[in-house]
């Protein structure tokens, strides 16, 4: 125990992209691109929905809350990345490690819940229009989404608390960009068995749930489309879906390559390219989806800028 204690990793070395050696500039252009580009969509889109009172409405302020957890999982990486692709690596201590990782699950687990309900939302105002606006009011907004904000941070500081707990006396080097559970877990001289078992059976219920209601709700939706005479109807339903179908699309297609496919563990570029289109790309996909698909948001910019 002793030995142990004197050996105890207090900070992580994260390698990157190793392989970058001839296109490590390009590399960080256009992640720096990137980066200023999701950065100020994101911005944006919660600016246009919070100064204009046309786009006062429960899609909208759901809206608003996916481009902050998209802001979350931008800033909590991002940056540390643009360093460490840099510098053909980097330091980070192991407290900041743990505090990325814990910003980056919630974002997650939140996004997650936040989906379950824009399915939700989008339900109430294609099958019960009528009594839309008096079930999805303010105050029940507000309530569903902290509850799921309030979720996502309990449940990753069960699995934090966890981690914590475990004894870390070397080595101290991740293959990855960023701190993510499972390569921590590798890092570990303790037993990982019970925090495995935990993170399985408090993250899949948390992750995949919200698809099953996602998908129960849309076949509702999808029969209720079918029920409308007119092709142009039926076509403004699933015009209203399309950018919520979208963004669940790419937001599960991503997840399931980073954490569920088969024989991943021995694939450590693939796993980081997958994570990087995540952490990256899909927070930078998003608010482009929404303001290229609605409307009310492309006029808004409009107006905003003065553009005729």
Same mark, same amino acid.
């Given at each position: 125990m002793n030995v142990m204690n004197q050996t105890i990793v207090t900070e992580i070395i994260l390698l990157g992209f190793q392989d970058l050696i001839y296109f490590k500039a390009l590399f960080l252009f256009f992640l720096l691109i990137?980066?200023?580009v999701t950065m100020y969509g994101n911005i944006l889109?919660?600016?246009?929905?919070?100064?204009?009172?046309?786009?006062?409405?429960?899609?909208?302020?759901?809206?608003?809350q996916l481009s902050i957890s998209d802001l979350l999982v931008t800033t909590?990486?991002?940056?540390?990345?643009?360093?460490?692709?840099?510098?053909?690596?980097g330091v980070i201590s192991f407290p900041?490690?743990?505090?990325?990782?814990?910003?980056?699950?919630?974002?997650?687990?939140?996004?997650?819940?936040?989906?379950?309900?824009?399915?939700?939302?989008?339900?109430?105002?294609?099958?019960?229009?009528?009594r839309y606006h008096t079930l999805m009011n303010p105050m029940l907004c507000m309530i569903l989404v902290v509850i799921s904000w309030l979720l996502g941070f309990f449940v990753e500081s069960i699995i934090v608390i966890s981690l914590i707990n475990l004894q870390f006396c070397?080595?101290?080097?991740?293959?990855?960009? %960023?701190?993510?559970?499972?390569?921590?877990?590798?890092?570990?001289?303790?037993?990982?068995?019970?925090?495995?078992?935990?993170?399985?059976?408090?993250?899949?219920?948390?992750? %995949?749930?919200p698809l099953i209601i996602i998908t129960i709700f849309y076949v509702y939706?999808?029969?209720?489309?079918?029920?409308?005479?007119?092709?142009?109807?039926?076509?403004k339903v699933f015009s209203t879906c399309s950018s919520h179908l979208i963004v669940?699309?790419?937001?599960?297609?991503?997840?399931?390559?980073?954490?569920?496919?088969?024989?991943?563990?021995?694939?450590?570029?693939?796993?980081?390219?997958?994570?990087?289109f995540y952490t990256v790309l899909t927070p930078m996909i998003n608010p482009i989806i929404y303001?290229?698909?609605?409307?009310?948001?492309?006029?808004?910019v409009k107006k905003k800028l003065c553009v005729k």
């Open positions: 990137f980066l200023i889109i919660i600016w246009l929905v919070a100064s204009n009172s046309s786009l006062q409405s429960p899609m909208y302020f759901f809206l608003t909590a990486i991002v940056p540390k990345t643009l360093y460490i692709i840099c510098n053909e690596g900041g490690c743990i505090i990325q990782l814990y910003f980056y699950a919630c974002s997650e687990a939140f996004e997650c819940f936040l989906l379950s309900i824009m399915a939700y939302d989008r339900y109430l105002a294609i099958c019960n229009p009528l070397g080595p101290n080097v991740i293959d990855h960009f %960023f701190c993510d559970l499972v390569p921590l877990l590798e890092l570990s001289c303790s037993e990982t068995y019970f925090i495995e078992v935990e993170s399985l059976i408090l993250c899949v219920p948390i992750t %995949f749930s939706i999808v029969q209720a489309a079918l029920r409308i005479s007119t092709s142009s109807g039926r076509a669940v699309s790419i937001f599960y297609g991503t997840l399931t390559g980073i954490y569920m496919s088969p024989g991943q563990k021995n694939s450590t570029t693939v796993k980081k390219i997958a994570s990087l303001s290229l698909r609605n409307k009310e948001i492309r006029e808004t």
